[in-house]
């Protein structure tokens, strides 16, 4: 990809998750259910979209009314109405107490055996798998998968919040070694199987923040997690890939901490984590992101118009920067937003003309 070779190109870059079915058959005159893999790979070309992190090969199951939700995995993952394709949310997890953790061996827990949220419970993790999709997904774009828990979200999508805070506050060296440590040696496993792949990037993803910052004191993530993306970043880096991380919730208090470690580049939840701040830290590397999600589900396509505006003029045409809604375009998401949001991207080079269908 050029973008990633510093080189100029006449499009702009643009990372998309699309879970819209009304706007897919805006774009492709298709219906996005009886035949899925095209009406999406249609969709990416249309849009604009090359920067690609979902290529479905099976046509999408009926999803969920509005408002109707299901439970599966034992009851331990919620489904609700979120587009083309359901959201999945943990509900429950198995441990209720610190000795239940400290009983468990947790190197006998496998990635792929974890009910991960949203598109990630979709995919699987098998080299195999995201090699064809790579193959499938062609001049299109690049496709990527990315490891959902990375570091941090072990904790979380295997103990819920509560218990991972408690067992990580109350020993934290103890926490280390019981639980980080032998699943940070799965991450390292797949880290490196990524990096082997025919794709010149490794995204990982870890939810360390939440919207009003650090979950823990910086001291425990510089202790705990830090050191720990240095490692992955290189291994990565020794195969001459570049690796990004992404994040949820604000970010700001560890920008220089991410930089320091050796992503190479940054996906980041917007307004979460204020644009400016990204760029005064990080505009010499490649960052995704800039439109907030939110305010296309709420907003009006004036307002849709005007917040691009203020995009790009925050921007100033760093060629670094690839836009994203950080959210993904989901179900919930008013049409005429969409569009309007679409045809700005046209003005500035991210989508090419007549994307309608």
């Not at 974890?114 to 790579?134: D, F, T, V, W």
């Not at 103990?159 to 940070?184: Q, R, V, Y």
Request: net charge negative.
């Amino acid at each position: 990809m050029n973008w990633l070779d510093s080189k100029t190109t006449s499009k702009l870059p643009s990372k998309e998750s699309l879970n819209h079915p009304g706007l897919i058959r805006l774009a492709t005159g298709m219906d996005p259910y009886t035949n899925t893999f095209k009406a999406y790979k249609t969709a990416y070309q249309a849009l604009g979209i090359d920067i690609i992190n979902f290529m479905p090969e099976k046509n999408a199951p009926p999803p969920l009314s509005p408002g109707e939700t299901k439970f599966t995995h034992d009851g331990c993952v919620q489904e609700a109405y979120y587009g083309l394709y359901n959201s999945s949310t943990r509900v429950k997890y198995p441990f209720s107490t610190l000795e239940e953790i400290y009983d468990y061996d947790f190197s006998t827990l496998e990635y792929n055996d974890l009910p991960l949220p949203g598109a990630q419970y979709l995919m699987s993790c098998n080299k195999e798998e995201i090699s064809r999709k790579i193959e499938i997904t062609g001049n299109t774009g690049l496709y990527y998968y990315q490891l959902y828990t990375t570091v941090f979200m072990w904790g979380v999508e295997v103990l819920g919040w509560e218990m991972f805070m408690m067992a990580a506050i109350t020993d934290p060296e103890l926490f280390d070694k019981h639980f980080f440590e032998p699943l940070f040696e799965k991450s390292k496993h797949i880290v490196s199987m990524l990096a082997d792949l025919d794709s010149p990037w490794v995204f990982c993803h870890d939810d360390i923040a939440v919207s009003t910052g650090a979950v823990f004191d910086p001291g425990w993530y510089k202790r705990y997690i830090f050191p720990r993306y240095n490692m992955l970043c290189r291994m990565v880096h020794q195969k001459n890939k570049k690796i990004f991380f992404v994040c949820d919730g604000n970010m700001e208090w560890a920008l220089r901490e991410l930089r320091d470690a050796g992503f190479d580049g940054l996906m980041f939840e917007t307004p979460a984590t204020r644009l400016e701040a990204v760029i005064d830290t990080w505009g010499d590397k490649f960052f995704i992101g800039g439109i907030s999600a939110e305010l296309l589900t709420r907003a009006t396509p004036g307002e849709v118009n005007l917040h691009v505006d203020e995009l790009m003029k925050i921007i100033k045409g760093n060629r670094n920067f690839a836009i994203c809604s950080s959210g993904g375009l989901t179900g919930n998401m008013p049409l005429e937003n969409l569009e309007a949001y679409f045809d700005k991207r046209v003005e500035y080079g991210f989508t090419n003309k007549n994307w309608r269908k």
